[in-house]
């Protein structure tokens, strides 16, 4: 798995609140998100957990996973998940790998955690040769591969696989983005790179109503492909103009 994102799942102690797992960096979205009874799971290569570990400490409901989300080991450490709701988190990981690999990794998903949902970034081929061009001029070593054109094409890959949400970083207005907000008006820049939420592997109500709050989902139709969940976990808060800029 590279470093490059965050995957994880959180499991909670009630069947409401679901236990995430997530590819981590060094992300801090557990302490952000935390309500008091999440469990919250990062994963990463070893390199990066150690650093990680000298920097964020584990807590009872903070656990860190050393591996690779490609490989299946990390998957039997998770055997107190069976009757709890989880939540894979994949940011800024999957459009680096290749659609084969990622295909895998989610159907394994599917299998080893039907009923889940997983959280991530979908980039369109436009915004992928766009970034790749960013990454080139920047003499960045890595290249993004894994493309979609719609986000349902995802529902093709398995039986079960279905877009609860989705959400682009222009839908709500963000004073700190600057003159990049304006892509949100050109139409193929608007969507070419989003937060999309998926239930894995289940036809039955997915445990996801709860955690939104609202009950809405793609089953709603196209209208209800859109809720709190992804902005609330997703958005940058804002600050005041007193505050000292966030790093």
Not at 56 to 77: C, H, K, T
């Amino acid at each position: 798995m590279s470093s490059t994102g965050s995957f994880g799942t959180s499991c909670s102690v009630t069947p409401q609140l679901p236990s995430s797992i997530s590819v981590c960096g060094l992300d801090a979205r557990f302490q952000r998100v935390d309500n008091g009874q999440v469990h919250w799971f990062d994963l990463d290569l070893p390199d990066v957990i150690a650093a990680r570990r000298r920097l964020l400490s584990e807590s009872d409901r903070n656990r860190y996973l050393a591996g690779s989300a490609f490989e299946p080991d990390w998957m039997a450490q998770l055997d107190r998940l069976d009757s709890e709701p989880v939540l894979f988190v994949a940011e800024a990981l999957l459009p680096y790998f290749e659609e084969a690999r990622v295909k895998d990794l989610i159907l394994t998903l599917v299998e080893q955690f039907p009923g889940a949902e997983l959280v991530g970034d979908v980039c369109t081929p436009l915004a992928v040769r766009i970034d790749n061009l960013h990454l080139r001029f920047t003499r960045a070593a890595a290249r993004m591969h894994w493309a979609m054109k719609d986000p349902r094409d995802l529902e093709t890959w398995g039986h079960g696989i279905r877009l609860v949400e989705s959400f682009s970083y222009f839908d709500d207005p963000e004073p700190r983005m600057g003159l990049p907000s304006w892509f949100g008006r050109i139409p193929v820049l608007a969507h070419s790179t989003s937060i999309q939420r998926y239930q894995l592997g289940t036809a039955t109500a997915p445990a996801s109503k709860n955690w939104s709050g609202n009950g809405s989902s793609a089953a709603d139709g196209d209208d209800g492909v859109r809720g709190p969940l992804l902005r609330r976990w997703f958005r940058r808060p804002r600050r005041r103009e007193s505050h000292r800029r966030e790093v």
